[in-house]
């Protein structure tokens, strides 16, 4: 983070808590332990305590952060907080029941503790909160800065285990469509879903091509992430994902366990129908992904069998045969094997 964008940042969380820069330690006359060993390192201290502070460098997300630490991990939600609270941050989560200790609320607590420095946890156990909130107790209800602003969980709640609560609020704490950049890819990157990129040129109808999407996104986020991206600030990218030119719009998907990429073909125009059609063949597992790869040879006349990309999955996994592979790069000056082959036994060459 740039010192004018600390000090904004600073400026923005004075009033509820106290902010300290420190420009680099001397190693020599500072060896108190709790001193950065990185520059630019951010530091939580409660009580003496220190935790290192790994979220986003923007404003937004550093007083998110720090609101979350200043609250205890399920703060009393009452009818004259209520509107507050629910608004105090991007994902805040409420669990009204009649009591304290009637279900879920240990299990709730427990995600809290779990989860304090992620999302906001309220309990609310007075009728005039549940009133506001129009819900009948017990319920859990998620607020949300965007999207569905409001959504109850549809489940047994009673039953609701610490596993079940963090994992539907874990599902919708990512917007349907959001711009993807470095201050949020670590989210898509740690979640187990697959990633959607849409390319976009933002001075080119950038808000026909989101709207285009977002009922997709809506649709499938159960099962897929999905973002629009600066296609001319991350161009590089593109490619990577196997998008061969840069032409804007494009639409890929990426899995980020495989590494595999499904760009949808950069020569047809973006439409809603077809991208569907192409979300739901990823899902069911029919969709080929597109390949780094060398034209498959139309012949193969040498001793030695020629394996591009396309062919690798055929050709070297094929059970029915014992397959030796060299693999090098092409712009290496090494001796070929061709003839060593050559002058092995026919059947070495044949097989």
């Known amino acids: 983070m740039r010192p ?5 940042t600073a400026s923005k969380v004075t009033r509820e808590f106290t902010t300290a820069g420190r420009n680099r330690p001397n190693p020599i006359t500072n060896r108190r332990p709790f001193f950065p060993i990185f520059y630019r390192t951010l530091r939580v201290f409660r009580n003496g305590v220190h935790t290192d502070y790994s979220g986003p460098r923007q404003t937004e ?12 991990a399920v703060t009393d939600v ?4 209520h509107h507050e609270f629910t608004h105090a941050d991007k994902i805040v989560a409420v669990l009204y029941t009649g009591s304290k200790t009637e279900e879920p609320a240990p299990e709730f607590s427990a995600t809290a503790d779990k989860h304090r420095d992620d999302w906001l946890f309220g309990h609310a156990t007075n009728e005039d909160a549940a009133n506001i909130a129009g819900i ?17 969980y549809p489940y047994p709640i009673a039953s609701a285990k610490v596993a079940d609560i963090e994992q539907w609020i874990s599902d919708l704490s990512i917007p349907y469509l959001d711009q993807v950049g470095p201050n949020n890819y670590a989210l898509y990157a740690e979640s187990p879903k697959p990633l959607a990129y849409l390319f976009l040129d933002p001075s080119a109808e950038k808000e026909e091509h989101i709207g285009l999407l977002k009922p997709i996104a809506k649709k499938f986020h159960n099962k897929v992430n ?8 991350f161009g590089d990218h593109a490619k990577a994902l ?26 047809q125009s973006l439409d809603a129908g077809k991208i569907e059609e192409m979300v739901e063949s990823y899902i069911a597992g029919t969709l080929k992904p597109e390949l780094k790869s060398k034209p498959i040879p139309e012949t193969q006349d040498e001793p030695v069998f020629d394996v591009v990309g396309k062919q690798f999955d055929e050709v070297v996994f094929d059970d029915s045969r014992d397959v030796f592979i060299e693999f090098y790069a092409s712009w290496y000056d090494l001796l070929s094997i061709d003839p060593h082959l050559s002058m092995t036994d026919p059947a070495a060459s044949s097989s």
């Open 4 to 8: 004018t964008s600390a000090k904004r």
């Open 61 to 72: 997300g550093i007083v998110s952060y720090m609101v979350k630490q200043s609250l205890p």
């Open 78 to 81: 009452t009818g004259a907080n």
């Open 136 to 152: 009948t107790p017990p319920s859990l209800v998620l607020y949300r800065s965007f999207d569905d602003p409001r959504l109850v």
């Open 226 to 233: 999905f973002v629009w991206i600066d296609a001319i600030q």
């Open 242 to 267: 196997n998008l061969q030119e840069p032409k804007w719009p494009a639409f890929v998907i990426q899995d980020l366990s495989t590494q595999l990429k499904y760009p949808y073909s950069q020569e």
